[in-house]
């Protein structure tokens, strides 16, 4: 099953600072995607103008992570000290429940463009929880890391941008989240296999792609359940996020 969030459905919100769309809209009781993807709670996209911010306020315990397509900001979470992030480079945070992380366009001429991707810390086992480290206040003091991947590296393939194990040289999450980048010309085809009982969410950043019968165009998103994989063509130039998510949550008592 296939589920289409139009880029017009996105909540928008624009002033003289910034623009925000906002894929999973918690404060929308008519938004059927209000409580996220699966363990994929946040899913922002942030143009920020010349010299301003914004503020990202979780209500549940996350893991963060900071896209900066564009331009340059400085990132503050509620723990550790202020990190400049450039162009290309995704830097990994762990955030306990309500706080806010903040971000600052450094330039005084361009504008920044930035997404944020917020997986909540319930559910789907990692083995990475030894000692409850997710659930003591420690576990929230690890710094936060970044690393660049360049256009040449996500040129025409998924690259693994965020992982479990931390393989192929990417940034190691508390979840059992595999987050991919892509950029595809024209007629390029990319085919993900989903393991038995995995969801996945795409997201176009740029361009078009088709999807089956789905068009998808830039802000689009689409989420997979009971699929055995991702599949898609890019109808021109176009840039993607791909979510590869597990698909189990702890039961409420």
């Known amino acids: 099953m296939i589920t289409v969030q139009k880029s017009e459905k996105r909540r928008h919100i624009e002033n003289e600072e910034q623009s925000t769309w906002i894929t999973f809209d918690a404060e929308s009781m008519s938004d059927p995607l209000r409580d996220g993807f699966g363990v994929l709670k946040v899913l922002n996209e942030e ?38 992030l450039e ?18 366009n450094v330039s005084q001429s361009e504008d920044a463009h930035v997404f944020q991707c ?19 206040p420690e576990g929230f003091k690890k710094a936060g890391i970044k690393k660049l991947f360049t256009h040449a590296e996500r040129q025409g393939t998924l690259k693994l941008i965020a992982s479990t194990d931390g393989r192929d040289s990417s940034l190691q999450i508390d979840q059992d989240v595999q987050m991919y980048s ?12 989903l393991k038995i009982g995995r ?17 998808l165009l830039i802000g689009d998103g689409a989420g997979l359940s009971d699929e055995r994989s991702v599949s898609f ?21």
């Open 118 to 136: 917020g997986f909540s810390l319930e559910g789907c086992k990692t083995g990475l929880d030894e000692g409850g480290y997710l659930s003591s």
């Open 199 to 215: 969801f996945a969410w795409l997201q176009v950043i740029k361009g078009e792609i088709l999807m089956q019968d789905l068009h």
């Open 47 to 84: 143009v920020l103008s010349p010299g301003n911010s914004f503020t990202l306020h979780t209500v549940e315990g996350m893991i963060i992570i900071t896209y900066v397509r564009e331009g340059m900001i400085i990132y503050k979470g509620p723990l550790e000290k202020p990190d400049f």
């Open 182 to 193: 892509t950029y595809i010309n024209k007629g390029n085809h990319i085919v993900h296999p």
């Open 233 to 253: 063509t890019a109808k021109g130039p176009a840039e993607v996020l791909l979510f590869d998510l597990c698909a189990q949550f702890p039961e409420k008592n």
């Open 87 to 104: 162009s290309k480079e995704f830097h990994q945070d762990k955030v306990a429940p309500n706080t806010k992380q903040y971000a600052f």
